[in-house]
């Protein structure tokens, strides 16, 4: 059945490297578990139910209509659907891994959309398949969504060798960091060989990008020293690289200026990732100018953390964080919503804060409320 | 009965500002509660038992035995400790939080302990009752501690002004940090209007410092870009004071210069604090060199805060925070020691480490044998 469902968009070399690899482990045979339930209605409306196989089958040949509704599985919060989830991502996980994972941040204004689309653009080109993903916890908040306006990367959405799924919406930070991760990974096992996480740096987010990806890049604007005042606090210092975007016209020069003390700065902090000098860059994402140095310094990236051993330890510790975070979330989110706890905690707050009970004898309180299960 | 406990060693002015209202506190008599029973042997070896009463009022008349027994009380981690330790602390509470907050830390070798010593001295000869605290989590592992060797500020441990208390051993980071907070507000009751905490910066410890103090200052050495290097990413971010050290002899035009660039990086730095730009300072702790400017920037800083009010709001989150880490801290103890929790962990992290299991599954899969109580 070689390249018999293989979609006549996929480029002949994707056929070499991981997505050659991916497409093997299909071959390969699955491992033979009785699957065969039908997982229906995972999405309001009634559509075509798949069985556990179909949709393990789908996404490992990239099958977009089914990766998309795996992914909405994934993103579910309701228990059924969580377990079907955990039962695709089960069988699709020795598939996955074969990605650089890039994480995006940058200030307002920066042209973070822009340059997605460009560095997407000029991957495709090159032959690979770039999924973009969004962690935006706001969006639950507001509604709103980044990536969610696909015309905003009109060219990128329309490119067949590119995915773009908008940010996850509801829940916590937590929640959010979860389904993009488990996102990811379904992307990875349909062949996508660079994923493009972007964020617009709400609250810890930027962490949480880091947490997930192998190189972050940090967008910002001319005016370095201006730049910096509006910029968050601890970002720089998560960055290995640091792109100077709208390097064009009369601004070109000002950006080369920027670019330098940049290279400065940095200098003065410690490396977001060992045996890497993080490096600021400059590029026109508008005019797609420079997107060729910033790939080349990405590959660069992936060499020499792959040589010196960085880039597969930081795989390991980022797993076992992500189980780590994923207890502490759980254990807060318990705490925190038991009725009795919600129902004391403001007054308790207030009595501590007004300096009528001591902290310790707060929490103690706090806990035997928590102790009376329901 | 005014004065009339009043050690001998209390300077005139100790009864201006703060320490008088303390006392007036006194005066003023205790709330009736009743509280006569003794506390004995909260220490191992047959000590004279004293009654709650009699530690409150030892500690609000500053009576040194009766505070450094209240504080191994507030260090203890038995239960029955504890439990007293709170009477305590709910009788002392409204005698707190009329000090100056200063947390102290400084790469290795920038000479903490010889600073600590000349600002406390210079501060004890004004007339300020000062208390030296510290924070160190790796006293419990190994077996050390910061400040415990008195020598090392062998002028300030003769003085009846300071009161020096080692950092407290065993427990976990939010163990140190609870009893160390709870320490200072001993000490506060007791009348010290000038707490100073050193850090090492082991681990997180100087975002746990900063989240109990008012003021952050770090100490360093000349030579900014390569001991920077050598300096904890963001612990910069953290400073609203950055003081190099050993500005005398030959050193001192380096120490000019590196100050000079300090002051410049900090630019691109966001404020420690609220409308307060950070500054960087000179000093030699050694020849007692530029702590009377120090101190004058700490006042500025305090002055400052507290008309823009900065400085209450930080003390108000301040405590809720530690509300909130506190129960974290708890939430996790209780879950990592839960004896089949601690059974299955290792190999459960193994095999996700190892892509044989997804993550959401593992952690519901720990989650289920947490539940299973003992």
């Known amino acids: 059945m070689e390249n018999k469902n293989r979609p006549e968009w996929v480029p002949e070399n994707a056929d070499k490297g991981f997505a050659t690899n991916i497409m093997r482990g299909v071959e390969g045979g699955h491992d033979g578990m ?3 339930q039908p997982i229906t209605n995972f999405r309001a409306g009634a559509r075509k139910g798949y069985s556990l196989d179909e949709i393990v ?10 990766l998309a509704r ?13 377990e079907k989830a955990q039962q695709i991502l089960n069988r699709i996980l020795p598939y996955t891994g074969n990605s650089l994972r890039i994480g995006i941040t940058g200030v307002p204004g920066a042209g973070k959309s822009t340059f997605i689309e460009a560095l997407g653009s000029f991957l495709c080109n090159k032959g690979h398949r770039v999924a973009v ?9 507001t509604g709103g969504s980044i990536l969610g306006d696909k015309t905003r990367m009109e060219k990128l959405s329309r490119d067949k060798r590119a995915f773009i799924r908008p940010s996850p919406s509801g829940g916590t930070l937590g929640g959010v960091n979860r389904k993009t991760r488990e996102t990811m990974l379904l992307c990875e096992a349909a062949g996508y060989d660079v994923i493009l996480i972007e964020t617009i740096g709400v609250g810890q987010s930027e962490v949480v990008v880091r947490s997930m990806v192998d190189l972050f890049a940090l967008l910002v604007l001319t005016g370095a020293g201006d730049e910096l005042q509006g910029m968050k606090k601890g970002v720089m210092e998560l960055a290995d690289l640091i792109i100077v975007n709208k390097a064009d016209g009369d601004n070109e020069q000002k ?6 003390e940049y290279n400065r700065i ?3 902090l410690r490396p977001a990732t060992e045996g890497w000098q993080t490096k600021a860059l400059t590029c026109s994402a508008y005019y ?32 076992k964080d992500w189980i780590y975070s994923m207890i502490k979330d759980e254990l807060e989110q318990k705490f925190f919503n038991h009725p009795q706890v919600k129902k004391v905690l403001p007054e308790i707050e207030k009595e501590v804060v007004e300096g009528r009970q001591p902290v310790t004898q707060a929490v103690q309180y706090l806990f035997e409320q928590y102790e009376k299960r329901e």
Request: aromatic content about 6%; glycine content about 4%; charged content about 30%.
């Open 57 to 66: 089958d789908g996404i490992l040949k990239n099958d977009r209509v089914i």
């Open 133 to 141: 993903l969004a962690v935006d916890p706001s969006s639950s908040i």
């Open 288 to 319: 797609e100018k420079g997107i060729d140095r910033i790939w080349e310094e990405m590959q660069n990236f992936e060499k020499n953390t792959k040589a010196s051993g960085v880039f597969q330890k930081r795989r390991a510790s980022q797993i």
């Open 255 to 260: 950006a080369m200026v920027a670019k330098d």
């Open 266 to 268: 940095v200098h003065y």
């Open 70 to 82: 795996a992914i909405t599985l994934v993103e579910s919060n309701a228990p059924k659907h969580i």
């Open 34 to 36: 009785e699957s065969s």
